[in-house]
């Protein structure tokens, strides 16, 4: 079964940096877009940063400038690389992932990682 594993979540003052990874398992046809999404206490849940198959990156408003996506496809690894960290930005990280359902990649589901918790004080 697919499964997806966040991990470099933490505490962090503001203006400092941290970094996330997601691995996903149990895949068996490939992946198209790998991304990360964050749900704020009493908000709804945003998209932060998408990295699709061909490389082609979008980032929310909000952190453009100040955080990286990249992917390492052969690994089926996604990285959150966030610098210049604000109190805003507190949030629990989700990544996600377009998982292809059959040999010919027509189609997808998308999978969530349970999530990582990232605090950043002021």
């Known amino acids: 079964q697919v499964q997806l594993v966040e991990s470099g979540g933490g505490l962090v003052p503001a203006g400092g940096s941290l970094g996330l990874s997601c691995t996903a398992s149990?895949?068996?046809?490939?992946?198209?877009?790998m991304g990360w999404y964050r749900q704020a206490p009493g908000k709804q849940r945003e998209v932060v940063a998408t990295a699709a198959n061909r490389g082609d990156t979008n980032y929310a408003d909000s952190v453009k400038g100040r955080f990286t996506i990249s992917r390492d496809k052969a690994k089926n690894t996604v990285y959150l690389q966030m610098n210049s960290l604000k109190p805003e930005d507190t949030a629990v990280y989700f990544c996600t992932a377009e998982v292809f359902s059959t040999p010919m990649r027509l189609s997808w589901h998308v999978y969530w990682g349970q999530g990582t918790q990232v605090t950043v004080s002021s």
């Open positions: 149990g895949i068996p046809f490939g992946i198209n877009a």
